[in-house]
């Protein structure tokens, strides 16, 4: 089992920046891929960014150049940093970490709004 836990989300002007972490604690020694989700009220849950475990980054297009998701093993901890946030970064941002024995873990979710 692994258990996930979220930290950094809140109210940020248009522009500004966030950095939320993840900690993973538990069987931390079977994860391997690390991802960030979120989800926008009335809308599905989309991929933001990805990192396996070779640090290989993806990002959905919307993100890219703004977002930046990065690990740290020692830690057991997923980060994203977002810089030059806008309105439709709002949402409820969830992290997510996959296990060789293929089973998914998800976070509790942090949310994001941005003003304009």
């Known amino acids: 089992q692994v258990q996930l836990v979220e930290s950094g989300g809140g109210l940020v002007q248009a522009g500004g920046s966030l950095r939320l972490s993840c900690e993973a604690s538990?069987?931390?020694?079977?994860?391997?891929?690390m991802y960030w989700y979120r989800q926008a009220p009335g809308l599905q849950r989309e991929l933001v960014a990805a990192?396996?475990?070779?640090?290989?980054?993806n990002y959905v297009d919307s993100v890219k150049g703004r977002f930046t998701i990065s690990r740290d093993n020692a830690k057991n901890t997923v980060y994203l940093q977002m810089n030059s946030l806008k309105p439709e970064d709002t949402a409820v941002y969830y992290c997510k970490m996959g296990t060789w024995s293929k089973r998914d873990y998800w976070g509790q979710g942090t949310q994001v709004t941005v003003s304009s």
């Open positions: 538990g069987s931390t020694f079977s994860i391997n891929g």
């Open positions: 990192i396996n475990s070779g640090g290989t980054t």
